[in-house]
Every structure is written in C-alpha cells, then in structure tokens.
C-alpha cells in the first residue's frame, strides 16, 4: 500500500475525531470535562468501552500470538466475563452511592487520604506505561510503512500523533471522548470483519466452500490445531484456573478499578444504565475476541500456505509484524486492493487512539482529584484558574507519554500482549488489595508502612516469578540475556532448584501480589490496634 494512501485514510480519521471534539467541546465546563454532565448514553460508553479495552496491542499482539499460545486466551476473556459481573454489581453501586468522580476518593475517605494517593499513584503509573507500549506499537508500525519510506524521523512521528490526540480531547474530556471512543468501536470492528473475510478469500476457503469442495472458513479455523482453548495441566501458566481468575481479577483491576475506564461510566445517566453498559461490554468483548483469534489462525494459515517468513518490526522478528505485513502487503477483498490496507489503518488507529487519548483525559482527572484536591469550591478557584489548570495537567501528561514510548523505542519490545499484561500483574495488585480490603474489612492501617509496604509487595511478586520453574530453567541460558539483578538473584538462588517444583506462575500473580498487601495491610492495622491499646 503507498504511504500516501495510509496519510489519506489517516487524515479522514483525524479530520472526524476533530470536528467531533470540536462540537463536543464548545461548552464543556469542569462537569462536562470529567464526567459527561452525566447525560452519556449507556449503549455509546458500551461502544466506546470496546475500542478502549480491545487497544491496538490486542488488535496487533492477540491474532499473532495465536502459533504460541492458540486459543488458550479464551480463558482469560472468559475471566474477564465474570470479571465484568463483579464490576456491575459489586463497584459500580459504590462508586454512585459516593458520587464519585474520582474512584480514588472512596480510598480517602474510608482509609485516609494516604490510601488515596497511593491507589492514584499506582493508576497513573499503570496507566501511563501501559498506554506508552498501546501507542508505541501503532506508531511502530506507522513508522514501517507510511513515516519511515516517507523519511521522517521516530520521535516526529510520536509528536504529530500526540499532538493531534491532544487537538480533539483539550476541551471536551469525556464528553467528547463518549463519542469519539465509540465511533472508533465501529471501526475497530469493521476492520477487524474485512480483514477476516479477505485472508478467508485469500486462502481461498470460500472459494473451495461455494463450490462444494471443502468445509466452510468457519469448519476450517475450529479443525485448526491452534483452535485449542482449554489447558488442564496445572504446572503450566496457560492452565484455565491460573487463566480464568488472573483473567476476572485482572478485569476488575483494569477495568473497575481503573478511572481510566471507570470515569467514562460514571458518565452515564444512573446505575442502571452503567451496570447495562457494563454488562454489555462483557459480552460484546468476548465476542470481538473470538474473531480476533480467528483471525489468528488464518494469519498463520496464510503464512504457511505461502510459506512466508515472520517479518520484522522495529528492527527485529516479531509475531506483532504479521497482521500488518499481510493487511499493508497486497492483501486484497475479492480483487479490491485498497480496501484491506484502508480497513487495518482504520481499526488499528481506532484500537489504540482510543485508549491513548482517554488517558490523557483520566489522568488528568486523578492529579486534579487525588492530588491536587480541586474538585467541588473547597479551594475557592474560579471556573478559568481550574481550566488553566486542568488544561496544563493535560498537556503536562501528552509530554510524559512522549517520553515513555520513546523509552520503549530505546528498549526495542518486539511482543507486547504479555508485557503489557504482566506489567498490570504488578501495579494493579496493590489498587485490588486496597479496595477489598476498604469494602471488606474494618481495618484502617495508617501511615507510611502502607506505602513503603504497596511498593514492596509487586517487588516480592517479581522475584517469586523469578524463583519459578520458568525462571530456574531458563537460567540455563547465555548469563548476558539476563539484567544485572536476575543474574545475582539466580547466582544466590538454592543452588538453581525452583522454589515450587515445577509450577509456574502466570496471571495469578496479580491474585497473589494483592493477597501479599492484603496480608502487610492485616499486619499494620493488627499492630497500630495494639499500640493504641
């Protein structure tokens, strides 16, 4: 496909993000800005909630991990079902009974406003890293095939895109973003359905299925041997109960616990409307994903079919590069070359925009909240200082995420579903410990020991992984693959042995990380109970 033609799709998509920011935002005051004037339409944050959740790493890094892990991520969508059902009927009900705009206010106000801030710091840095490796991906992938033949440089390609992020969501916040993120659900979907239907094309099952010949696509992708869902064997971290719970106790970290994900539903008119929308998304999400993995297995199909290697992406071999080489390459939908290639920019901008520039939004709706104490008249700020304000944290957090991609440019990540989701395994442990332990317990440990202890806990979380059985056997590997503290932690290890036998941690280390708080949390409020005593 000529770069030409990527600008030229890109352009119409910005064009349309920009008027809508631009009618969304004329009026939009600190109540427009945070939360919608509360007048969102259920079923468009339902919409919006896909784009969101999907990201451009699950519309790249799902379908072309598919040779690796086949459909086993099914089970951590599964997960993320019930996750959902928890989220509706559990933290939604709280969060409007406070009437809150920040969620991290529920922390202040039932542990003390040093619970708050940690569960905002944890977001803001979750948050801010995890939407870096979204972006950095798309732009990644920009770079090889439209800025790149084009000669412009990696870190111009991240200012323009952050600055046209920053042109549409300025003013309006989530009222625009409302829209915004729903009209990029739709086409997230319709070019995830084109591309689906043209590899079917391409491999020429529909052809052989109309004429009689040959199972239909459908037939085809579940015979797959990459098809298989279900892992029972309990020492691998693909295992469905590992899968399954790290996949629900990972969706109401990233989703219900999460204001980037939680303020837009906040937007809606009333409960009821939130719990439908939330509801909804569950069900849609899981749906999204089965083609999403279909389309994996035809990836690879094609692969073979045309024995094509796996290409490069940033410089080095990557299953991140399948999608886009086979979309931008010459794929075509029954003899129409443009169409393919102008589906796949469209989803993937859609898939990872979205979750980009809302956090902009939602982080700056944190510091303001959580930090800065601006909500309500409690500091007396007229309308035009709390704008300058919120505008300058806005701006304040494009730049941090210009650095953040730029670091992982410098790293050079060439897989990123894992990382992304291993990353979360490690900073949302601490939001779900807080939370539970702030709806479930009495307690009310105090003072910096719940810092010190929510920062140790992923710390703790990431050498038990170390000491697992995947960190003791690929220790047998080359020293120099490893970082300077993975190498003295195995050097001191007992003498190699894994500390578990042959089990192997998964996703189930957020569940273990937020238990490890719980339990340093129980502790601190044990010990300060019999101080007082």
């Known amino acids: 496909m000529s770069p030409y033609l990527i600008l030229l799709a890109l352009a119409l998509y910005f064009f ?67 996750g959902y059902l928890v989220i509706a009927y559990v933290l939604l009900p709280l969060y409007y009974r406070e009437n809150l705009t920040s969620i991290y206010t529920y922390l202040g106000t039932r542990l003390g406003l040093e619970h708050q801030r940690v569960g905002a710091s944890f977001f803001v840095l979750s948050r801010l890293l995890g939407s870096a490796a979204r972006l950095f991906l798309t ?10 033949p084009m000669g412009v440089p990696f870190f111009l390609s991240v200012i323009v895109i952050i600055a046209l992020i920053l042109a549409y969501t300025m003013k309006g916040g989530i009222k625009t973003l409302v829209v915004t993120d729903a009209l990029q659900s739709v086409f997230l979907i319709g070019g995830v359905l084109i591309c689906v239907v043209a590899l079917a094309d391409g491999l020429e099952w529909i052809d052989f299925w109309q004429k009689g010949v040959g199972p239909s696509p459908w037939q085809r992708i579940m015979d797959a041997e990459m098809s298989e869902v279900f892992v029972w064997d309990g020492n691998s971290k693909l295992n469905f109960w590992k899968q399954f719970l790290g996949g629900a106790a990972m969706c109401i970290a990233m989703t219900g616990l999460d204001q980037n994900m939680m303020q837009k539903n906040l937007s809606c008119k009333s409960l009821k409307d939130a719990q439908k929308n939330m509801v909804t998304t569950g069900i849609v999400v899981m749906l999204v994903n089965v083609f999403f993995l279909s389309l994996g297995v035809m990836l690879h199909a094609y692969l073979a079919k045309y024995s094509l290697e796996i290409p490069l992406l940033n410089g080095k071999p990557s299953t991140d590069g399948i999608f886009p080489m086979l979309a931008l390459g010459g794929l075509s939908l029954f003899g129409v070359a443009w ?17 980009a520039d809302s956090v902009l939004t939602t982080l700056t709706t944190s510091v303001y909240h959580d930090f800065l104490g601006l909500g309500g008249d409690r500091l007396g700020y007229d ?137 340093g ?13």
């Not at 009026?27 to 339902?46: E, H, I, P, R, T």
């Not at 970082?483 to 001191?492: S, Y």
């Not at 949390?521 to 005593?533: T, Y």
């Open 339 to 355: 169409l393919v290639p102008f589906a796949f920019v469209l989803g993937l901008s859609a898939a990872t925009f979205s979750s």
């Open 16 to 82: 349309m993000l920009l008027a809508v920011g631009y009618v969304t935002g004329r009026k939009a005051n600190d109540d427009g800005y945070f939360v919608g004037n509360k007048q969102s339409l259920w079923w468009m944050v339902a919409l919006g909630m896909l784009s969101d959740s999907m990201s451009g790493v699950s519309f790249i890094s799902v379908p072309g991990a598919v040779n690796v892990a086949h459909w086993s991520y099914m089970q951590v969508v599964f997960g993320y079902v019930a």
């Open 383 to 519: 309308d035009a200082r709390k704008k300058r304000i919120r505008q300058t944290l806005h701006l304040g957090f494009a730049v941090a995420l210009f650095f953040c991609i730029l670091l992982f440019h410098w790293l050079n990540e060439s897989s990123l579903i894992d990382t992304v989701l291993m990353v979360a395994t490690y900073t949302y442990g601490p939001l779900l410990a807080l939370f539970a332990v702030g709806i479930y317990t009495q307690w009310k440990p105090q003072g910096w020991a719940v810092v010190l202890w929510c920062i140790a806990s992923p710390l703790i979380t990431y050498f038990l992984k170390l000491s697992d059985a995947t960190g003791v056997w690929s220790a047998g590997r080359e020293a120099t693959k490893f970082n300077a503290l993975e190498r003295v932690w195995f050097q001191t290890d007992v003498h190699g042995q894994p500390w578990f036998g042959a089990y192997v941690i998964g996703y189930e280390s957020l569940i273990l990380n937020a238990a490890i708080v719980v339990t």
């Open 521 to 533: 949390l129980g502790l601190i409020h044990f010990w300060q109970s019999r101080k007082k005593i």
């Open 139 to 148: 732009v990644a992938i920009l770079q090889t095939y439209l800025f790149g």
